[in-house]
């Protein structure tokens, strides 16, 4: 099994509607990320700074890199834009992050 980490950050008075965004996930963007392989998906909000910190549990073979091509997740990045910091294509500003321990 794979991981990945990464941070993204949240526009300041958006916690809640990114919670609730993300209570009511589109079907097809859960199917579409399941079938790229992504078995767990895990986000953590830091209240203070508003960083997002992100955790993947990911089967081996797992094909994420086509998703940013893909309509349902350029269509999920559009709806998610005005509250998060993303990049002129409206995908999310990540910072990936690098294992450093594991117990």
Do not use: C
């Not at 958006?14 to 589109?26: A, L, S």
């Amino acid at each position: 099994m794979k991981k990945a980490a990464f941070t993204m950050k949240l526009i300041p008075g958006k916690e809640k509607e990114y919670e609730k965004r993300h209570n009511e996930i589109w079907p097809e963007l859960t199917h579409l990320l399941k079938s790229a392989g992504i078995i767990s998906y895990y986000i953590y909000l830091d209240k203070e700074s508003g960083t997002l910190f992100a955790f993947q549990e990911l089967t081996d073979d797992a094909q994420t890199a086509e998703l940013p091509e893909h309509p349902v997740m350029k269509k999920w990045w559009a709806h998610m834009a005005d509250i998060m910091e993303t990049n002129s294509d409206y995908s999310p500003k990540v910072k990936k992050l690098e294992p450093v321990f594991t117990l």
